[in-house]
């Protein structure tokens, strides 16, 4: 039987402190009120204030990573302590209060994402429909044309009437012959698979589908004022679309196939069956989301860098501490171009940047992808850089 312990914190304590290692436990806020920021962050972008109802403590305990903030009390408050090892119970038992742990990171992630293309960008893009035009043109000038092929369809279809529409169906025309993209329509095909450098779904669309990788490897991005954002590679196991089906929202981000991929889809249909007769998925999605929005928090100490070649680095030491890659050698997935790519570095230092990559003595490039002969060495530099900014 699930037996949860009610702990009493008073006024100004710490619940948690950021940079500690992961607890082993969450907490429900029964009545009272948490104030949780990051040390580093200077203009509140992470800053929320929880009351009864709320979590605290979820990303990090589930995720297995150190605590992304402090917590403290603000007033004498009463929580519910849920250790990790009760999670599965908890679903078991309390299905909606696990579903609202799930939408509640959903929220995070989408309001994480603007933040994190507003400090890189210092603006968002548009969540219109008419902002497709704006990803297919980018990905036409770039000569990505399968990408194109596919966003200037999804564009066709939400805007008959849009300022773009005859430019669009023009080059729809053109490619669409020619072109690798497929899943134009959604279907009832549960497996699917995408070929390199095709459009899964692109930011603005309207969808419900969430999908796993059985395999290969999936790009999530953002196109703001002609520059594209990289918030993520995911591999093989990894979730994503989950906002959409969650929210029933738009896209807030574009999902590309950076290698050949095989896809299982979970549409709203087989979600709502799998959340009753499948708590496991629940629990895995819960360590997905946590873990990406552990990575989101940890990506705003990277933005907060200025020097381009350290952001570099820092971004590198997060894919380790993403991977708990601490020690020894690793042979990464990224190319120079793929890790200049996630961060934002602006084009006319990108080549200066790729030169300092190809002649730093801690890292090799071995087949095109980074080598690190010793994990501990990037953990260290990037931790000196973040302190030191």
């Not at 968002?124 to 008419?130: D, L, Q």
């Not at 009437?161 to 025309?173: D, L, P, Q, Y």
């Not at 249909?269 to 946590?290: E, S, W, Y």
């Not at 890292?363 to 994990?375: N, S, V």
């Amino acid at each position: 039987m699930l037996q949860l312990q009610i702990v009493n914190f008073r006024k100004d304590s710490y619940l948690f402190v950021e940079g500690k290692e992961q607890s082993d436990r969450f907490y429900i806020i029964q009545s009272g009120k948490v104030c949780c920021v990051k040390s580093n962050d200077k203009n509140g972008l992470a800053t929320k204030q929880l009351g009864p109802g709320d979590f605290v403590g979820v990303i990090p305990c589930m995720s297995g990573h150190s605590q992304i903030e402090n917590a403290i009390t603000i007033e004498d408050t009463k929580c519910i302590s849920v250790k990790k090892d009760q999670y599965p119970e908890l679903i078991r038992n309390n299905t909606p209060i696990a579903l609202k742990i799930i939408r509640t990171f959903a929220k995070r992630m989408r309001e994480m994402n603007e933040q994190l293309t507003t400090l890189a960008l210092n603006n968002v893009a548009s969540e219109t429909p008419e902002h497709m035009f704006e990803v297919a043109d980018y990905y036409d000038n770039q000569g990505n044309r399968d990408i194109a092929t596919y966003a200037y369809y999804q564009y066709l279809k939400e805007c008959p009437k849009g300022e773009h529409f005859e430019e669009a169906k023009a080059r729809f025309v053109a490619y669409k012959p020619t072109s690798k993209a497929t899943y134009f329509e959604p279907t009832a095909d549960l497996n699917r698979v995408y070929k390199e450098g095709t459009m899964i779904f692109s930011e603005c669309q309207k969808g419900s589908d969430m999908f796993v990788i059985q395999d290969g490897q999936v790009t999530i991005s953002k196109v703001v004022d002609g520059t594209e954002v990289v918030l993520a590679v995911l591999n093989r196991g990894d979730m994503f679309g989950e906002m959409a089906l969650l929210e029933n929202k738009p896209r807030s981000a574009s999902a590309i196939a950076h290698t050949d991929c095989h896809l299982m889809v979970i549409n709203r249909q087989n979600f709502d069956k799998m959340v009753g007769t499948q708590p496991q998925l629940i629990g895995r999605l819960t360590t997905t989301l946590a873990e990406r929005l552990w990575s989101m928090y940890r990506q705003l100490d990277n933005a907060c860098l200025t020097e381009p070649y350290h952001k570099v680095i820092d971004m590198l030491a997060l894919q380790l501490e993403k991977g708990k890659k601490v020690a020894g050698p690793y042979q990464s997935d990224l190319t120079p171009k793929d890790l200049v790519g996630m961060c934002t570095i602006p084009a006319n230092q990108e080549a200066s940047v790729l030169y300092q990559l190809s002649t730093d003595k801690t890292l090799k490039i071995i087949g095109g992808k980074i080598y690190i002969p010793d994990c501990l060495e990037i953990l260290k530099q990037a931790a000196f850089f973040r302190k030191s900014k």
